[in-house]
């Protein structure tokens, strides 16, 4: 007998309507999952900001995030992905298909004699990187204070302190259209500085296998993580809602050095502000609507390149319609 995948038709009217779980009938763990229409986002991202999703699921495991991407495909629906919703910008408009929140996908596994760590797509960096340190892991410090899912920084390639996910990945598992798993390798990803192939693809992750260094004291390795978060916490607007790095380091440029030479720190447009502690961060000071944000980010792009010759590239994911 086939599972089943449940459907709220909106939040108000509770209607509801029941599909098939194409992707695996024969599963036995598939509880039912929600799809809810014309659900809001500002509170799943990070920067607080952005319109209504035509259809979120956040599912809880792997087939009811199977089940989700057949659904989305039966009905002729665009897919977007969302992990704890950093690095990203949506648009006022919202997005038009199927959202799907990976964030509820959490679990993590940790040898300490081999130092191999696998972790589900929904599974926080700095949780990781706190669990390692715990178990004498070297590896994830660098990791601690990234506001991100296991899942983002393998599609983007998230680093920091001249580390980064390619450097400690070893296999990722990934959900493709048709539901199915396939399990790619670090060549398969064409991982260049913050992007992969997997950016913009049609491929899901699921989880991901790390190398960390085994064997080391965890009191010491402890203390680098905590010394690397207070460093973040110093130089970084943890106090805001932001949404990371906005602007890739156009090497051997710093583009938070760029955009404080050009006096744009504290710079405001709306309730979106270029931070006064650190020039590559948008804070959101309350109540900033995503065109606020892409307006700052339009601005620092022209005053820069006017000043500097120099055009900076966005690391934030901006989605939804370019005019939010």
Request: glycine letters at 10%; charged letters at 15%; one cysteine or more.
């Amino acid at each position: 007998m086939a599972d089943h995948v449940q459907l709220a038709g909106s939040f108000q009217s509770g209607a509801s309507v029941t599909v098939s779980n194409a992707a695996n009938t024969d599963s036995n763990q598939l509880k039912n999952l929600n799809i809810v229409a014309q659900a809001p986002l500002a509170k799943l991202t990070s920067l607080r900001v952005g319109g209504k999703a035509e259809w979120l699921a956040i599912p809880k495991t792997v087939d009811q995030l199977q089940s989700a991407l057949v659904w989305a495909r039966t009905k002729g629906l665009s897919v977007t992905m969302l992990g704890a919703g950093s690095n990203l910008l949506i648009s006022n408009r919202g997005l038009p298909g199927l959202v799907i929140c990976t964030r509820a996908l959490r679990q993590s596994e940790f040898d300490a004699l081999t130092g191999r760590v696998s972790a589900a797509a929904g599974e926080p960096w700095s949780s990781l990187a706190w669990k390692a340190a715990r178990q004498g892991l070297k590896g994830f410090e660098w990791t601690i204070g990234i506001p991100g899912t296991v899942g983002g920084a393998v599609v983007m390639n998230a680093g920091a302190h001249g580390s980064e996910t390619a450097d400690i990945l070893v296999e990722t598992k990934v959900v493709n259209p048709d539901g199915t798993l396939s399990i790619l390798m670090p060549d398969d990803l064409g991982f260049r500085y913050r992007t992969s192939n997997l950016q913009g693809s049609d491929r899901t992750v699921v989880s991901a296998t790390f190398q960390l260094s085994p064997g080391h004291d965890p009191a010491a390795v402890k203390a680098a993580t905590a010394s690397d978060l207070r460093s973040r916490r110093e130089t970084q607007p943890y106090h805001l809602p932001n949404c990371g790095s906005v602007f890739r380091n156009p090497l051997p440029h710093s583009a938070g050095k760029l955009i404080q030479a050009a006096g744009l720190k504290g710079h405001q447009i709306g309730q979106a502000q270029t931070s006064t502690l650190h020039a590559n961060f948008i804070v959101n000071l309350g109540g900033a609507k995503a065109d606020d944000v892409l307006a700052l980010i339009r601005h620092t792009q022209a005053v820069i390149k006017e000043r500097d010759g120099i055009w900076l590239e966005t690391e934030v994911k901006i989605i939804g319609d370019s005019d939010p």
